[in-house]
């Protein structure tokens, strides 16, 4: 239920917790609170993933910032629907694969750490990139930082395969998830709306023969 990123910092508060209380009781509230907050943060609760090739599942919990039409999405085709994901600092930070692929390409960009929910956030902050791919489309995904992420990790790397819903990252102390997809998939959900990662339908892959 705890991803193991969130080890470390739960032994660190933990031990400090009862260090502070043994010096002094009423200030041991402090690391407590911290230790009860980064436990809740790196969380990992169970997802009953449907797998369907024509689904595009959400790589991320949060919420629907902005869904755009791309005449240039790099690295995949040239016209593309991205779909940005806004994490708070409450939503569950683990990135789950959209689809069931190969990894083809992977990058990692330096940037610099702006408030994730700003609109070009995701062209200046650092950001790690995958591109994953099957038979039937390939989807890009962006992990980008946020003015309180500074720890992007990515468990996979190219020519490693993932299945639709299985976990690839994720993302430390509020952040973003970007998604590209062709535009031969409809997009279901809107601007606003709540998603999580591996349950929420994001599009669906048309049947071009119709």
Known sequence: MIVKDGIPYILVFAALSILVYYINPTLAVIPIILLLFVTFFFRNPPRAVIRDYTHILSPADGRIQEIEELEDSNYIY???????????LFNVHINRSPISGKITHTEYRPGQYLPAFKNHA???????????????LKVLVHQ????????IVCYKKKGDSLEQGQIFGLIKFGSCTEII???NVKILVQKGQK???????????RDEKK
Do not use: H, M, Q, W
């Open 122 to 136: 995701s062209d200046i902050n650092e950001r790690n990139t995958i591109v994953i791919e099957n038979d039937y």
């Open 78 to 88: 040239n016209k593309a629907i991205k779909i940005r994901i806004f994490l708070s």
């Open 195 to 205: 998603v999580k990662a591996g349950i929420t339908v994001l599009g669906v892959l």
């Open 181 to 183: 997809v062709p535009t």
């Open 144 to 151: 980008i930082t946020g003015f309180i992420a500074r720890r």
